[in-house]
């Protein structure tokens, strides 16, 4: 059997911390030789730990892509980063076309200044937040996630922002507010690939129940290796949700709704056997017509990609609770 | 048609039947096949296996459309011989690559998964045939049970189509293109037939 066991492979951080180097410096990112040798110091406790030696907040002047981020004990694996090249021209994000390759393409037009996020439905009172007012809500944290596809590909992602719980509080939802629904950005004029090959009715939306969205680990999403979201991955601000499928994880998120009774998602109503509300990654479980025992490492030869899915994408400690009494063989 | 035409020809469609080989050795070799190897390499094999039957499957109505096109005939062994080797390679890729050699998983798949069952049953229907595609063969079967036999590429390419919808995310439709070219030549055959017959029952009328 080729199929590793573990995921974690300290070994092989050495990967992890060159990519990341070599992304920093090809982005001229101006690092001493104090901050080579911290980062280098720190490649035994994770890429977390780099990316905090990189950025140090006052080298950010004239750079106007990067984001001033710390770093965050959320940070959940040490395994080798994806390449920035590869999380950037590998996207599902079907108004932009449906090949991979597509949204690196045709995203460029995606309008993402200006740019607010409406709430509304089961609030205090309806609110709009700016994006510039969102960046500046909570420190901007460097998160390493796994990113799992319901077609069975994985990456690791370096991404950038707070949990979405500091950004509900700030919403004031009322008690009977018990699922978040998600709308994206759509206009046919910037995205007239829409329509092609797919049969997705449009906007975008997603949705999670209230403690999921709750959950520290559930991120509201500014950036990726410490700059801005590239727009194909979902400029300006996403959600990442990361011991669920992708496509749970919503981008270009341009309202937010509180609502009392579970909401209707893209996927789910395109084929509910095969997208489930909850999309938790579960290699018990296949969805039509995958099965979802094992993945693809996107960014490695072909020969040493393949991987054996984890329960809750691995999070289980930390999200394995909010599903304690669920059968999720029916709850999927 | 000369013979030296013919070799031409013979190896213009060598070459094009190699290149999306060659394409993908060069690309494993270079580490250029993109973010995700794997699926290009299943892909671009499946793919161009599904092709090539098609193409296989088009030269006998082209030549009746077309009787200039008549040589067409020439390569059509070759070309049918081409996506049984792509469909085997598309095979391996799924063995080695996605099942990880692991044979349970391999039954479980072939058992629970219909578009894996569907490609299964389109690679082991291709098996005969390629079997029986040399002129021995041919010649000890008879034409009329070696072109019965041979009846098979039909469900084996159906099967093709099917095993690509199957295995797609519902609501994609890029197999599209592929199934209206097929069900175009599968439903062009009657047709064709259907004149040839009203053409001999004129000249018997004449």
Known sequence: ?332 | MSRRILILLKTIVWLACLAPIAWLVWGAVTSNLGPDPTGEIAFDTGATTLWLLIFTLAISPVRRILPGLNWLIKFRRLIGLFAFFYGTIHLLAYVGLYAGFNVGLMLSDIAKRRYITAGVAAYLLLIPLAATSTTRAIRKLGGKKWNLLHMLIYPAAALGVIHFWWQQKPGVLKPLPATVVLVTLLAVRPVLAWRQRRRAARAVAA
Request: charged share 25%; with cysteine; net charge neutral.
């Open chain 1, 1 to 332: 059997m080729l199929i590793r066991k573990k995921a974690d492979i300290p070994s092989s951080e050495i990967t992890s911390q060159s990519e990341y180097l070599r992304f920093m410096s090809r982005r001229r990112f101006l690092c001493g030789a104090a901050g080579g040798a911290a980062a280098v110091g720190a490649a035994a406790v994770g890429a977390d730990r780099i990316a905090a030696a990189l950025h140090p907040r006052s080298v950010l002047a004239d750079a106007g892509q990067q984001l001033k981020t710390v770093p965050s004990p959320l940070t959940t694996t040490g395994e080798p980063l994806t390449p920035f090249d590869d999380i950037t021209h590998y996207n599902n994000f079907y108004e932009f076309g449906e090949n991979k390759s597509d949204p690196a393409k045709n995203a460029g037009g995606l309008p993402t200044r200006p740019w607010s996020i409406k709430v509304e439905g089961k609030v205090e009172k309806p609110l709009t937040f700016d994006i510039e007012d969102l960046l500046k809500l909570r420190p901007l944290e460097d998160r390493v996630y796994r990113h799992r596809c319901v077609e069975a590909w994985s990456m690791v992602i370096p991404w950038v922002g707070y949990s979405l719980s500091e950004f509900i509080k700030e919403c004031k939802p009322l008690p009977s507010a018990k699922y978040v629904e998600f709308f994206s950005y759509f206009n046919w004029h910037v995205e007239k690939w829409s329509g092609e090959d797919a049969t997705i009715v449009w906007p975008y939306t997603e949705g999670l129940r209230m403690d999921e969205a709750m959950n520290p680990l559930t991120l509201l999403t500014f950036g990726l290796y410490g700059q801005v979201l590239p727009n194909q991955d979902g400029a300006p601000v996403r959600i990442v949700v990361p011991w669920k499928y992708g496509y749970k994880s919503a981008k270009s998120i341009v309202k937010v709704r509180f609502v009392d009774k579970q909401p209707p998602t893209t996927w789910n109503e395109q084929s509910p056997q095969a997208y489930g509300f909850y999309s938790n990654v579960n290699p018990n479980v296949d969805t039509v017509p995958w099965s979802q025992k094992t993945e693809r490492r996107i960014g490695l030869p072909f020969y040493d990609q393949l991987r054996s899915t984890l329960m809750f994408n691995g999070y289980t400690d930390q999200v394995g609770y909010l599903y304690k009494d669920m059968n999720l063989k029916k709850e999927y």
